[in-house]
């Protein structure tokens, strides 16, 4: 028997069949909650620069995504961002946080906390987007260059998704010679990447589901982030809750010049 609750949950997310809860990494410290979400083609072993940072002074949460590190996802799943909120809300759930905690997302990790955090407004106390690729519509770009950079990304991605083969391939190489970083684009994991990448990353409303959020969102990026347009990302500071940190020689992956960043801003 399905109760009235849950169809209202269904209805107002638009999943058509159940997600499943994710696999919790991490859960280490004590005190305040910080709830880490981790981006595309990586896990939470992306996060081992911060996790000593701030778990002497925390409980320091970090969760695999749908699809992603150890987290199992249904046959069928298309990975949009709703099955990707949906399935984050429901492992928090089971943790029984009893007050509003901080969401960390990087990349694909951010995106997906922008729309936790409009979704569920009162379950966070602050909000923190590391690397967010932001990608307005065309439309909403004022000049030439962020327009071409923009549409740049977006063919890049489209034929990435296209390249299976040789990104399997490829990225396999690289993660052994970049341990740290976390990479991980396997068969196993390839149909998570591809969809998380045509459905939430391509296609997106970040700064929509921003503009919804009513608490303090620290927004960094690293001065050679390889796939960030930085005037948009820096755009997001024209809302008066966001404030924009951009660290110097850091790029795309979660390494210590980011994770230094980040541990500050919770401090």
């Known amino acids: 028997m399905i109760t009235k609750s849950r169809v209202g949950r269904e209805a107002r997310t638009g999943l058509r069949a159940p997600v499943p809860e994710l696999n919790v990494a991490v859960d280490v410290?004590?005190?305040?909650?910080?709830?880490?979400?981790?981006?595309?083609?990586?896990?939470?072993?992306?996060?081992?620069?911060?996790?000593?940072?701030?778990?002497?002074?925390?409980?320091?949460?970090?969760?695999?995504?749908?699809?992603?590190?150890?987290?199992?996802?249904?046959?069928?799943?298309?990975?949009t961002l709703e099955e990707h909120?949906?399935?984050?809300?429901?492992?928090?759930?089971?943790?029984?946080?009893?007050?509003?905690?901080?969401?960390?997302?990087?990349?694909?990790?951010?995106?997906?906390?922008?729309?936790?955090?409009?979704?569920?407004?009162?379950?966070?106390?602050?909000?923190?987007?590391?690397?967010?690729?932001?990608?307005?519509?065309?439309?909403?770009?004022?000049?030439?260059?962020?327009?071409?950079?923009?549409?740049?990304?977006?063919?890049?991605?489209?034929?990435?998704?296209?390249?299976?083969?040789?990104?399997?391939?490829n990225v396999g190489r690289l993660s052994r010679w970049l341990p740290g970083a976390a990479m991980a684009i396997d068969d196993e994991a390839w149909e998570a990447f591809s969809l998380s990448l045509?459905?939430?990353?391509?296609?997106?409303?970040?700064?929509?589901?921003?503009?919804?959020?009513?608490?303090?969102i620290d927004v960094v990026y690293g001065s050679r982030d390889q796939v960030i347009v930085p005037a948009t990302v820096e755009g997001l500071a024209a809302m008066h809750h966001v404030t924009v940190h951009e660290v110097a020689r850091a790029d795309h992956l979660m390494r210590e010049p980011l994770a230094r960043e980040v541990a500050r801003l919770l401090r």
């Open 29 to 79: 410290g004590s005190g305040p909650v910080v709830v880490l979400l981790h981006g595309i083609a990586s896990s939470s072993a992306s996060w081992r620069s911060i996790v000593p940072l701030i778990s002497p002074l925390y409980r320091v949460i970090a969760i695999d995504l749908l699809g992603f590190g150890g987290s199992r996802a249904r046959d069928g799943a298309e990975f």
């Open 85 to 169: 909120v949906a399935a984050v809300h429901k492992t928090i759930r089971r943790l029984r946080l009893r007050k509003p905690f901080t969401l960390v997302g990087h990349s694909l990790g951010g995106l997906v906390a922008s729309r936790y955090a409009a979704v569920y407004r009162r379950e966070l106390s602050h909000l923190v987007l590391v690397a967010p690729p932001v990608y307005p519509e065309q439309r909403y770009l004022d000049e030439m260059v962020q327009r071409l950079r923009v549409s740049g990304y977006l063919r890049f991605y489209r034929l990435v998704r296209s390249s299976r083969p040789t990104i399997v391939s």
């Open 198 to 216: 045509q459905h939430c990353v391509e296609t997106q409303t970040v700064t929509a589901d921003i503009a919804q959020v009513s608490v303090p």
